[in-house]
């Protein structure tokens, strides 16, 4: 049975910079989380709530481990969408998720929702 990590971003009312924010893991309120046990990664969405472009990164340990990734390629509804599956991040790293509001003059909040197993 799958399970969910859901992060928070808050977005701005100015474009930012890649990695302005760190999201808020909604689960347990904190800014990032260290895994108990391994995990595989079998999906990551964003939630499609958001009108704006968005920049999302994983960071493990510290360090960014991933490309840039946009909501534009990670929303359910874009039929195009970039799905992540078979991913493996280790048991005791520290994941957290970073990005940035693109464009827009408003704050645009949006979620990302990590499924593993």
Known sequence: MPNVYNFQFQGSASPQADDAETSQVLETGEYGLTLPFDI?????????SNTQLHQVAFWINGRKMSGNLY???INPN????????GIVIKA???IQLKGSQKTGTAADPFKCTLVYV
């Open 40 to 48: 595989t990664i079998v999906d990551f969405v964003s939630d499609g």
């Open 78 to 85: 874009n039929p195009g969408r970039l799905r992540l599956s």
């Open 71 to 73: 909501t534009n390629q």
């Open 92 to 94: 005791g790293s520290r």
